[in-house]
């Protein structure tokens, strides 16, 4: 009764923080509240015994899949990956190509954004996307005298579609996927095609959106804006990202875990460019370091115990005993997770959400475990776009957004979300259930 209770206050508490306070001032220094909460209320059953530690210690330094560290050393170690790519401005580089593309018509210039922020979230992850192209969209449309509003939202919404398609797009994709054992193409098979038929309705939907805005002529030639990139970080980042992708996609059949890869293609990219900062007295590799999401740490670890204290007090059963008694009454099991885990996601934010959804799966009968697994996977993305506590990066996108002067509410946000996000979560799990 005492962990739920602390469980439900730290949930609640964590969802006000994130509308109201999302951070809060030491002198001079920002800190986000949205690690910090969870690690209170994880603290809190820790000491009140309310969690079993022996179990929580097991499971941290266990073999398996399900294992958080592991997890939290992919998705940071291919975030080191991409983010030295970004400080190393080839992501830039690829938003001015797009740009010049254009030929000074907005339309085209959406078209070419949309087409670089898809393929470039397919191969790195829907968090380094959003965080390098916002600045980089705002500086554009005040440079360009063009409405900022059509770009930003595109972007989010395709970084959190197309993030579907490849295991490493997403931290909840590889939270869930490496916790059922599903490796990189297996992964691929099922979600290519729900993936392009959520990502082509979104900028159809987008392109209707925005259709008067977008006939309106760029005042300024995009030739004038410059980019200077470090040609040897670049080279020597894309060239680990690639490695690093075609192994992971052929993990399974070379029997080394996803984790390790990743790990050893960061620690190969640390190595490299600490010989080549100190030679050429760089600070690209002390840049990226800082850039890493390290409060994802602390955040994952303790929304894991919680969800774990909720397990042993039987709430997590329950819940799934409730949904597999919607499915034997012949209700989809992929309407049932997807709605469902679409609309937990925006209460407990998409990270914690996957964290119970798959105990919830474990919980549950064995059957229609794929539709379960993929349907949440997909909502653990599109419910990014829905409203602000979808996902971590709408706060921090958001966040960006009032330091750069572009007003942008949670009333804002939500005016698309509701309008959009729902038509994406339907089309998606209608495709999957067909796919499956």
């Not at 191969?123 to 965080?131: C, G, R, Y």
């Not at 006939?215 to 410059?226: A, F, G, L, N, R």
Request: net charge positive; aromatic share 12%.
């Amino acid at each position: 009764m005492i962990s739920t209770v602390i469980s439900i206050i730290t949930i609640i508490a964590l969802i006000v923080a994130i509308i109201f306070k999302p951070k809060i001032k030491i002198r001079k220094n920002e800190i986000q509240t949205f690690w910090i909460i969870p690690l209170i209320g994880a603290l809190l059953l820790i000491l009140t015994g309310e969690v079993n530690l022996e179990t929580i210690k097991g499971i941290f330094v266990s073999n398996s899949s399900i294992n958080p560290i592991k997890i939290l050393i992919l998705f940071i170690a291919i975030s080191l990956l991409s983010i030295a790519l970004d400080e190393a401005g080839f992501f830039r580089k690829c938003a001015i190509f797009a740009a010049k593309l254009a030929g000074g018509k907005q339309i085209n210039l959406f078209l070419s954004f949309s087409l670089v922020i898809s393929i470039l979230t397919i191969f790195t992850s829907n968090d380094i996307v959003i965080l390098t192209f916002t600045p980089f969209i705002c500086y554009f449309a005040k440079n360009t005298k063009i409405s900022p509003i059509p770009y930003l939202i595109a972007e989010f919404i395709f970084a959190n579609t197309w993030s579907m398609m490849l295991i490493i797009g997403n931290p909840t994709n590889i939270y869930i996927a490496s916790s059922f054992g599903i490796d990189f193409f297996g992964y691929f098979k099922i979600m290519i095609i729900p993936t392009f038929v959520s990502g082509i309705s979104a900028l159809v939907i987008l392109l209707l959106l925005f259709k008067k805005q977008l006939t309106k002529q760029m005042e300024v030639d995009c030739d004038e804006i410059e980019c200077n990139s470090n040609k040897f970080v670049t080279v020597v980042g894309l060239i680990h990202l690639s490695l690093c992708t075609i192994l992971l996609a052929i993990s399974s059949y070379i029997e080394l875990q996803m984790w390790l890869i990743c790990l050893v293609f960061a620690c190969s990219l640390i190595l490299i460019l600490s010989i080549y900062c100190i030679i050429k007295k760089e600070v690209v590799l002390i840049n990226s370091l800082k850039r890493l999401p390290y409060n994802l740490i602390p955040f994952i670890l303790s929304m894991f115990i919680i969800v774990t204290s909720l397990d042993q007090v039987g709430v997590i059963g329950k819940i799934a005993l409730w949904f597999d008694k919607l499915i034997n009454g012949n209700v989809s099991a992929v309407f049932t997770y997807g709605l469902s885990s679409f609309m937990s996601c925006n209460i407990l934010n998409n990270i914690p959400m996957s964290v119970m959804y798959e105990k919830i799966i474990t919980s549950s009968n064995i059957i229609f475990m794929q539709e379960k697994m993929y349907s949440t996977i997909i909502a653990s993305n599109i419910g990014a776009y829905f409203t602000p506590i979808g996902a971590l990066a709408g706060i921090m996108w958001m966040g960006i957004l009032n330091k750069t002067g572009i007003e942008f509410g949670f009333k804002d946000f939500l005016k698309y979300g509701i309008f959009i996000a729902p038509i994406i979560i339907i089309i998606a799990l209608v495709t999957l259930l067909l796919v499956l």
